[in-house]
């Protein structure tokens, strides 16, 4: 064994020092290309496996589209502030950050439906 996988074994070398079970157990499942790309959709930067066991075990894993577009509408939010507090702004800047908004929400909108019409249709 490696120093690293060592330290995996023991439960060390995680992030922030915590202690993680080990994971001695595999699971194989087969799908279409398709059901892989929907998945990898899915999960975004997640791991396939991270987002399936998030989904399954973790009490309902939240939607990697709609956190990257909650932060977006964040960044938005402070840009429109900096813009509103300056006297100088120009309309095309204010404007073109409120398109940005526009899009990020039905960004996540699409995301909320795409999440509710994958828990219907899950058996």
Same mark, same amino acid.
């Given at each position: 064994?490696?120093?690293?996988?060592?330290?995996?074994?023991?439960?060390?070398?995680?992030?922030?020092?915590?202690?993680?079970?080990?994971?001695?157990?595999?699971?194989?499942?087969?799908?279409?290309?398709?059901?892989?790309?929907?998945?990898?959709?899915?999960?975004?930067?997640?791991?396939?496996?991270?987002?399936? =066991?998030?989904?399954?075990?973790?009490?309902?894993?939240?939607?990697?589209?709609? =956190?990257?577009?909650?932060?977006?509408?964040?960044?938005?939010?402070?840009?429109?502030?900096?813009?509103?507090?300056?006297?100088?702004?120009?309309?095309?800047?204010?404007?073109?950050?409120?398109?940005?908004?526009?899009?990020?929400?039905?960004?996540?909108?699409?995301?909320?439906?795409?999440?509710?019409?994958?828990?219907?249709?899950?058996?």
């Amino acid at each position: 064994m490696t120093k690293k996988s060592d330290k995996r074994a023991a439960g060390q070398g995680t992030a922030k020092g915590a202690a993680v079970a080990l994971k001695s157990e595999q699971i194989n499942l087969r799908v279409t290309a398709e059901q892989k790309a929907a998945l990898q959709r899915l999960a975004g930067d997640d791991s396939i496996s991270g987002y399936l =066991l998030g989904r399954a075990l973790g009490g309902g894993a939240r939607h990697a589209v709609a =956190l990257r577009t909650i932060k977006e509408l964040h960044d938005i939010g402070r840009q429109l502030q900096r813009l509103a507090d300056r006297p100088s702004a120009q309309r095309e800047d204010m404007d073109a950050a409120l398109r940005a908004v526009r899009a990020s929400i039905d960004r996540l909108a699409g995301a909320a439906i795409a999440e509710a019409d994958d828990q219907v249709d899950a058996p």
